[in-house]
């Protein structure tokens, strides 16, 4: 999980979920602006979910690396996936009729999925951020897509766990578009607007598709 340090001194730290990078090839907006990134921040923690060993990229050295272990321990996290479920499900339930979608059980499944996988990483993203003083420590984040790694950021900040300042993400088609999932259906759509200081779409197409009337902020 990187290198364990302690910080007496006030800092800004910026926290990136990413799937790939800088394991592979991909999310090229990070390969293009981690040099940037890292002259505007003290520190940044990068949690990718990439199961490969090997960097692809070189990195300042203010920059570190995590890796986020997909092996679900649902003891180990039980009272915050209790805790999570209490406060989303009949939420979930509510959203989904809006939108006259029926809450069938393939939709449970991928919910419950989704619920105890965002948990599981936040327990991780939390666990190392434990080595910064929070009182001397501004946290931000950003999350290059909008699926269980960000929903963990927002868990962290729901319940004061870690404070962040700003929370934010990128949206794309696949973490955006129902109809290319099965079954047709992405979870806690509702708890991101909550929760999410800034979400950047790609396209006007892609607000329309989330909320057409949620107010579109700038990104870090």
């Known amino acids: 999980m990187g290198n364990v340090f302690y910080i007496n001194y006030e800092k800004k730290v910026l926290v990136i979920t990413t799937d790939l990078f800088p394991y592979g090839h991909s999310e090229l907006l990070y390969s293009e602006n981690i040099g940037y990134l890292s002259q505007q921040f003290d520190v940044i923690e990068i949690f990718s979910r990439a199961n490969d060993n090997e960097l692809k990229y070189n990195l300042p050295d203010n920059v570190f690396v995590n890796q986020l272990d997909s092996t679900i321990y649902i003891l180990e996290n039980l009272s915050n996936i209790i805790r999570f479920l209490f406060i989303s499900f009949f939420k979930e339930l509510k959203y989904l009729r809006s939108r006259d979608v029926m809450?069938?059980?393939?939709?449970?499944?991928?919910?419950?999925?989704?619920?105890?996988?965002?948990?599981?990483?936040?327990?991780?993203?939390?666990?190392?951020?434990?080595?910064?003083?929070?009182?001397?420590?501004?946290?931000?984040s950003q999350s290059y897509w909008c699926n269980e790694s960000f929903l963990a950021i927002l868990f962290l900040k729901k319940y004061n766990l870690v404070s962040f300042q700003i929370t934010s993400s990128y949206l794309h088609g696949y973490d955006l578009v129902w109809e290319r999932h099965y079954p047709v259906y992405l979870p806690l759509r509702w708890f991101i607007v909550d929760n999410a200081n800034k979400l950047f779409f790609v396209s006007e197409f892609g607000k329309n598709i989330f909320n057409p009337n949620l107010i579109i902020l700038q990104p870090l």
């Open 103 to 140: 809450f069938s059980y393939p939709c449970l499944k991928v919910y419950l999925n989704t619920v105890i996988q965002s948990v599981h990483y936040s327990n991780q993203i939390e666990k190392r951020l434990r080595c910064y003083n929070s009182i001397c420590t501004d946290f931000y």
